[in-house]
């Protein structure tokens, strides 16, 4: 759906900021794109709809280039911005302008959303709501469009805590086998249980894009307490962790009894972070593994084997 | 691909008469109220095609205006229609629809004057002249051109509105001052070592040549800055 290769991208030509990024995205996901301030998230959000020209490379999206902003490809995005730039317009006369804009837009969806983000009265003036009422009166909007992609900036900046709980919610039910939403973030947390796949950004380069089932097969997420902790380490299976007050959250790469485990977007944005290279072996074999058409993960870890082995001869 | 469609122009123009009707007709008023004012003042109607001309530069001027906000050009270019949708419903809003208003209310100041004027000096309904242009004598050919100079002025500065990011008035305007200026001492410069002297004293042998060319040349570069506002429109980022 989306296909981002070797794409180059600089606000000034000196400093670049994306350098040969390839990126691929699939419909039926919906991808939290996590990193952190200034590492080009928005940016990298405006390339893939048409809003930024890369400087060489090619973006596409279902199949067009997106800086050609065709309508046909518009009228299947949708791009709900982290700052709203509302007209002078009730909420009725917004959607009656709008909404023929979208052939799929549904007005049940869209008055559905909106009952959930308890706003009821649609004939209040966008321009008097506050930011976080005109976010939820946009992104319902956006989810009834149905569009194909969605492509959301920072979308829980300014609601409150049941409001992001419900945003989880109206999101999971909108998504579909031929959708794609993309939700950029850095608040991690807020959006854990509904992302379904994971792309991590930082410094111009994609450290992680794996969905929740790979991720899940990789690695674990554990509470460990001290003596469990050292046990790990002289294994070699921690990758990463951090103290709590139960002792450590780490990330380890995948330990049989994973019962107990406790996934931890926040952790593993960290450990994207720090451990670069370790997280990059261990993703990148299984993309390697996918290329050459082997998706069992033990058939996979024999890949990266052998790919290992290949590169030291 | 399907970039024209009248469907969506159809829809951008909805979007635009249901979000900006107040500001028109507010203008419309204005222009209402200051020309029955006029006509009652002078018993005679003076619309200055000069304050329509500046009213309509103004507001070709804002026609995308809306670019020169980081969010409202995201907004904008995310609108599910092409750029030369975008650009030829700009077209017909500054060089048809706005002219008419403004016209339109004009002509509706003047002739709601008329029977105040009755009143006030108490004779019968009668307007003297409507007069557009002082001095000049009215016909086909004087409309031709002033409509041509405006649509040719009106497209100067919609290119200018899609250009310029903020204050794009009056950045264009004062492009336009300084290409006239320059294109003035140019003409004199030339003039000057051509003729030996100033070549505006010069007349005109053939007056109908002359205007054929003066529209032919403002029909041209009327054409010349809405293609360039299309491809402006079509690189803009946000």
Known sequence: MIEINNMDFGYSSKKKIFKNLNLSLTQGHIYGLLGKNGMGKTTLLKIISGLRFCDSGNVSVFGLQSEKRMAEMLSDIYFVTEEMDVPALKISEFVDIYSPFYPNFSQRDFEKYLGQFEIEDTTQKLTKLSHGQKKKVIVSFALASNTKLLIMDEPTNGMDIPSKSIFRKVVAEAINDDKTFIISTHQVRDLQNVIDAVVVLDNGEILLNADMNTICKKLSFKVLNPFEFDELSKQGKVLYSEDNIMGKVAICTHLDNDDDDQFDMELLFCAAIAEKKKMNEIFSASEEAKRDGKSNFAEEMEYKLNYKNQENE | ?238
Do not use: H
């Open chain 2, 1 to 238: 691909m399907n970039n024209l469609s009248y469907n969506r122009i159809v829809l951008l123009l909805q979007r635009y008469f249901r979000e900006n009707w107040k500001i028109d007709l507010i203008i419309a008023a204005i222009v209402f109220g200051f020309d029955t004012l006029s006509s009652l003042n002078q018993g005679s109607s003076s619309i200055s095609i000069f304050m329509i001309i500046v009213l309509l530069a103004i507001y070709s001027g804002r026609m995308f205006a809306i670019l020169g906000r980081p969010q409202g050009a995201m907004n904008y270019l995310m609108l599910p229609a092409s750029p030369l949708e975008k650009v030829l419903t700009g077209i017909l809003l500054s060089g048809l629809y706005f002219p008419i208003v403004i016209f339109a209310s004009s002509l509706l100041g003047i002739m709601a004057s008329i029977p105040i004027c009755a009143m006030i000096y108490n004779s019968g309904l009668v307007m003297k002249s409507i007069n557009f242009l002082p001095n000049v004598e009215f016909s086909p050919k004087i409309i031709i051109a002033v409509a041509l100079f405006i649509l040719m002025i009106n497209s100067i500065m919609m290119f200018g509105s899609v250009y310029f990011k903020r204050k794009a008035v009056i950045k264009t305007m004062l492009c336009l001052l300084a290409f006239n200026f320059a294109v003035t001492v140019i003409g004199l410069i030339l003039g000057w070592i051509i003729y030996k002297r100033n070549f505006m004293l010069l007349g005109i042998e053939d007056p109908s040549y002359t205007y054929n060319i003066v529209c032919i040349a403002m029909a041209i570069i009327t054409v010349f800055f809405w293609v360039l506002s299309y491809f402006r429109l079509k690189e803009t980022e946000a």
